[in-house]
C-alpha cells in the first residue's frame, strides 16, 4: 500500500491549533484512494449518533468542518455501520464512510456491523467515544469497570471482530494511528472494519498539529502479480485437467476483474458456479455461467462440481455453503487451485496457490492458456444443463393466475420481468438468499447485492441507503422477509429525511420462514419459528398475531403499497421502481403448494442433530444426518 502526499495543508502553516477531534476530522477529509486511474475519497462521509462520549468532541468537530465532511444521521448505531457497509461494497472498496458513536451501548452497538463488514472485507472506519483516559471521575455514565485491568473499557469488545483496533490516549498519537487505519482500510488484503478509540476528554484537548498531517494524501489501491514459478503451476494444472469448474467468489467483484474472468472462460471454456459473494462475476446468459454453488446452488453447478477433477477459486473462502459442508467434491483425485490476494485463503484445500489480484491473475493465465480449450462435449453437457435448469427458473416465477396471491419465488420472478441491468437487490437473511442464489438471473456485476459472510438479519434496510448513496441514479431494492424487518427498521427514518428513494419490499409470511423449514429438517419441528398467539396448552400454534408491518413502514415516513395478488403486485413494483422517494411494497405471500416454490435444495448443508432424542422426528432426522456426514471429505 503506497501513500503519495499531495498539496500542503492550508496557508503554508507551520502547525495548526485544533481539538484532537477537530485534526481527525481535518485529516480525513483530504484522504483519497486511487486504484487504475480511478480516485475516490476515502471517507465520504460520518454517520452518527450523539451522546455523552461523541457530542462535544467528534460532533463539535463535524459542525465545524461543514460540508467538508458530510454527515448522516442514523437512528441506530448497528444500522450506520450496515449503512456504511453497503456503501463501500458498492463502491469496489474504494470509498468507505467513518461511523460515529458515545460511549457505553452507543459502542457496543457497533460489534455486529463491525463483524459483518470484517467477515466481508470491506472497509469501514468506526470513532467510538470512550471512557475519559485522564480518569478525572471514576467511573462514569455508562463504564464499565474492570477489576483486574483500568485500561479495559467496552470498546474492547471491538478488538476481535476488527482489522486494526486503537485507543487514542494522547493527542500526538492520533498521527501514527490515523495513518495506520487509512492504509488498512485501503489495502484489499486487510481491510475490514477499522476502530479508533477515542476517550472524551481527549477529543476535546487542543493540541499543536503539524501541517503536514493535513496535507492531500492518496492511498494507491495494489495489483498484484502472480509469481511465475505460482503461475506456471496453475497453467500446468489446467491443461491436464478434463472436467475444471471456476468458483467465483467475491474477490472478482472487489477486483473488478468481471471482463477478465468472462475473456478467460470464453476462451477456455471453463464452466463459472459464483459463490454468494460471487454471484454477477458473469452475466446469467454467459454460456459459462452455471449459476449458484453449494447448498443453495443450481443442479448444473452442483453437478459440475461433484465430477471436477480441478476446481479454480478465484477470491473465495470456501465457506461451508459453498462446500457444501466438505460433501460436494468427490472426484477421487480432485486438485484445487486457488487465486486470492491472501495466501491464508490461496492455500486452502491444500490446493495450488495462485497469490495476486484476480484481475491480474486472470489476465496472466489467459494470456499463457493462449489455444488450449475443454473438451466440447464437456461444453455441450453443461450447456444442456443449464437450459434444463433454466427451465425450472421459469416454472418457479410461472404466475398462472392473477388473482392469487403470490408465493415468493413468483414475487422474484415479478421483479426479474421487471428490472434492467441498472436495478440493485439488497438481501441478507431468511429464506430469500437461498431463491435468489439459486433462481436470480444476474444482468450486471454489482445488481447481486446478497450479504452472505454473516448473514445479518437486519441489514437489509440500512445497507440499501448506502447503496443508494454509492449509486444514486440506480433504483435500489431491499428485500426483507418479516422477521428481518421487524430486527432493524430505524433507518426508514433516514431514508426519509435524506430521500433516498429505497425500494422497500417487505414479504409476510408470519414467522421465520427459513429457520422454520430448517427445524422441521433437523427435528425441531419448527418449534418457536411462527409468530403466532400461544395456544392453550402453551404452544405457538394459535391464528398468526395481529401485526401490521405496512403500516409500521407508513408511521416511520415512507409510502406503502399494499398487493394482494399477483396482479396488485405487478403493478406495485412498477409503481416503486419508478419512485423518487422511499416507497414500501408489503406482500403476504402463499406458501407454495405441489410443484411450486423454488427446487430443492440440490446439495448438504451440516447443521448438527441431537445424538439421541425420544421424539420421532428427532430420531429420523439423525439418520439422514449421519448418512449426509458419512460423505464429508478432507480435501488434503
Known amino acids: ?216 494524501r492518496v492511498w494507491h489501491v495494489r495489483r498484484p502479480a502472480p509469481d511465475p514459478y505460482e503461475l506456471g503451476a496453475a497453467v500446468r494444472a489446467v491443461r491436464a485437467a478434463r472436467r475444471p469448474l471456476v468458483v467465483a467468489g467475491g474477490g472478482v467483484h472487489h477486483s ?100 495476486a489480484d484476480a484481475r491480474t491473475a486472470l489476465v496472466a493465465l489467459t494470456e499463457a492458456l493462449a489455444g488450449h480449450r475443454t473438451d466440447p462435449v464437456y461444453e455441450a453437457g453443461y450447456t444442456e444443463a443449464k437450459a434444463r435448469w433454466e427451465r425450472r427458473v421459469d416454472a418457479a416465477y410461472a404466475t398462472p393466475d392473477p388473482r392469487a396471491r403470490p408465493t415468493q419465488t413468483q414475487v422474484l420472478g415479478l421483479l426479474d420481468e421487471l428490472v434492467t441491468d441498472e436495478d440493485i437487490l439488497v438481501n441478507a437473511a431468511g429464506s430469500l438468499p437461498g431463491d435468489l442464489h439459486k433462481l436470480w438471473r444476474t444482468r450486471s456485476p454489482r445488481q447481486y447485492h446478497v450479504e452472505y459472510g454473516y448473514s445479518c438479519m437486519g441489514y437489509e434496510i440500512p445497507a440499501a441507503l448506502g447503496v443508494c448513496m454509492a449509486a444514486p441514479d440506480r433504483p435500489v431494492w431491499a428485500l426483507v422477509g418479516d422477521g428481518t424487518y421487524l430486527m432493524n427498521p430505524t433507518e426508514i427514518v433516514t431514508a426519509v429525511q435524506e430521500n433516498l428513494p429505497v425500494k422497500l419490499v417487505i414479504l409476510q409470511n408470519h414467522g421465520y420462514a427459513s429457520i422454520g423449514g430448517l427445524s422441521e429438517a433437523t427435528g425441531g419441528e419448527r418449534f418457536g419459528t411462527d409468530y403466532r398467539h400461544r395456544s392453550a396448552d402453551g404452544g405457538f400454534t394459535g391464528p398468526p398475531l395481529p401485526v401490521d408491518l405496512a403500516a409500521n413502514a407508513a408511521s416511520l415516513g415512507m409510502r406503502v403499497l399494499r398487493a394482494g395478488t399477483v396482479a396488485e403486485l405487478r403493478a406495485a413494483l412498477a409503481e416503486a421502481r419508478v419512485a423518487d422517494r422511499p416507497v414500501c411494497v408489503h406482500v403476504e405471500t402463499e406458501t407454495p403448494g405441489d410443484g411450486q416454490g423454488p427446487p430443492e435444495a440440490q446439495a448438504w448443508w451440516d447443521v448438527p442433530v441431537a445424538g439421541t432424542a425420544t421424539r420421532p422426528a428427532a430420531v429420523e432426522a439423525r439418520k439422514e444426518y449421519e448418512r449426509h456426514s458419512a460423505g464429508r471429505r478432507r480435501h488434503l
Open 1 to 216: 500500500m503506497t501513500a503519495t502526499p499531495g498539496t500542503p495543508s492550508p496557508a503554508g502553516e507551520a502547525t495548526r491549533r485544533l481539538t484532537t477531534a477537530q485534526a481527525l476530522i481535518a485529516f480525513l477529509t483530504r484522504q483519497y484512494a486511487e486504484r487504475d486511474g480511478e480516485r475516490h475519497r476515502l471517507i465520504a462521509a460520518t454517520w452518527g449518533v450523539f451522546g455523552h462520549g461523541n457530542v462535544a468532541g467528534i460532533g463539535q468537530a463535524l459542525l465545524e468542518t461543514g460540508p467538508a465532511m458530510p454527515y448522516l444521521q442514523g437512528r441506530n448505531e448497528q444500522a450506520m455501520v450496515h449503512a456504511a457497509t453497503g456503501h463501500a461494497r458498492q463502491s469496489g472498496r474504494l470509498s468507505a464512510h467513518a461511523v460515529t458513536t458515545s460511549i457505553g451501548p452507543g459502542a457496543t452497538n457497533l460489534v455486529t456491523g463491525a463483524a459483518l463488514a470484517t467477515v466481508n472485507h470491506l472497509p469501514v472506519l468506526l470513532l467510538p467515544g470512550d471512557t475519559f483516559a485522564t480518569r478525572p471521575a471514576d467511573p462514569v455514565l455508562q463504564q464499565l469497570e474492570v477489576a483486574y485491568a483500568g485500561d479495559v473499557s467496552v470498546n474492547d469488545c471491538l478488538r476481535p471482530v476488527s482489522r486494526s483496533f486503537d485507543r487514542i490516549t494522547r493527542p500526538e498519537a492520533l498521527i501514527p494511528a490515523a495513518l495506520h487505519a487509512m492504509r488498512v482500510l485501503a489495502d484489499p488484503a486487510e481491510t475490514g472494519a477499522v476502530t479508533l478509540a477515542l476517550p472524551q476528554d481527549v477529543q476535546a484537548e487542543a493540541h499543536d498539529w503539524p501541517a503536514e498531517f493535513f496535507a492531500e
Open 256 to 355: 473488478a476483474a468481471e471482463d477478465a474472468l468472462a475473456a478467460f472462460a470464453a476462451a477456455t471454456g471453463i464452466p463459472v458456479a459464483s459463490t454468494q459473494a460471487g454471484k454477477g462475476s458473469l452475466r446469467h446468459d454467459h454460456p459459462a455461467d452455471v449459476g449458484g454453488i453449494g447448498h443453495t446452488g443450481t443442479a448444473t453447478a452442483d453437478d459440475l462440481a461433484r465430477t471436477a477433477d480441478l476446481v479454480i477459486g478465484i477470491g473465495t473462502r470456501y465457506t461451508d455453503f459453498t462446500t457444501a459442508s466438505g460433501t460436494l467434491f468427490q472426484h477421487p483425485g480432485v486438485r484445487f487451485l486457488n487465486v486470492n490476494l491472501t495466501g491464508f485463503d490461496a492455500h486452502k484445500l491444500a490446493a495450488l496457490p495462485l497469490v
